[in-house]
């Protein structure tokens, strides 16, 4: 009840500040929703490839989205984007296989920031590990001078923590991983660490999950979100 209200505040204080005519867009969609079947949301898997972990001095360099709609997954409308960095990728190549000869057309961080934001004004955000990407997306927001604000999304990772806790008190290092966790519902297993691959990896991810805890017509938004 306390998580109810609290959403509710909080989406009407995000759309009375906020800024960005997208953001708002995205802030009002979120709250007509609330209480909505999951199979009745439109939601946008996403993944982003950083130089690091730190999301204060690392930057992203790529990012891949791809939608769900009416419980589906919609390959033909999936999206990637290459975003310039200030200096060199580093050592961060061997993990996403970007090299800097292959940001030399990327897209600046504002016109791919401005884009993403277009892409979710109506539909909700999932990723795997949304903590990460989303405190991403919000420095860089902050960085370019916009208005402080939130991002909520629906966070596979955070499923799966509190699936597996409630049959193991103690979760083996590694075992919230994405490969992992779609190792535990027979999933494919993809190479990690492509923006896009990962995005599809995680919208995958989360329709078996639902499935699993009662399918999408009987879990309603408000239970799933989380902020960061």
Not at 35 to 41: A, F, L, N, T, W
Not at 84 to 110: F, M, R, T, W, Y
Not at 117 to 135: G, T
Not at 177 to 187: F, M, P, S
Request: charged share 20%; with cysteine; hydrophobic share 45%.
């Amino acid at each position: 009840m306390f998580k109810q209200w609290w959403l509710q505040y909080k989406l009407k204080r995000l759309i009375k500040n906020s800024k960005l005519a997208a953001l708002k867009a995205h802030y009002q969609y979120l709250l007509t929703h609330l209480h909505q079947p999951i199979s009745d949301i439109k939601l946008l898997a996403l993944d982003i490839e950083m130089t690091g972990l730190n999301h204060k001095k690392d930057q992203m360099v790529s990012i891949g989205v791809i939608p769900i709609i009416n419980a589906e997954i919609q390959p033909q409308f999936a999206q990637y984007k290459l975003m310039k960095i200030e200096g060199s990728v580093g050592q961060s190549a061997v993990i996403h296989g970007i090299l800097d000869k292959d940001l030399a057309n990327a897209l600046p961080l504002e016109e791919v920031l401005q884009w993403l934001f277009e892409q979710c004004k109506d539909k909700v955000l999932v990723a795997h590990h949304a903590q990460l990407d989303l405190q991403f997306l919000r420095q860089s927001l902050s960085s370019s001078g916009a208005h402080s604000f939130a991002l909520l999304g629906i966070d596979t990772l955070i499923i799966e923590k509190e699936r597996e806790q409630r049959k193991h008190p103690v979760l083996k290092t590694g075992s919230l991983r994405l490969n992992a966790c779609r190792e535990r519902y027979n999933l494919p297993i993809y190479n990690a660490h492509n923006a896009l691959t990962d995005a599809l990896a995680c919208a995958e991810l989360l329709l078996a999950q639902l499935n699993k805890m009662g399918g999408l017509d009987n879990i309603t938004l408000v239970q799933l979100l989380t902020k960061r």
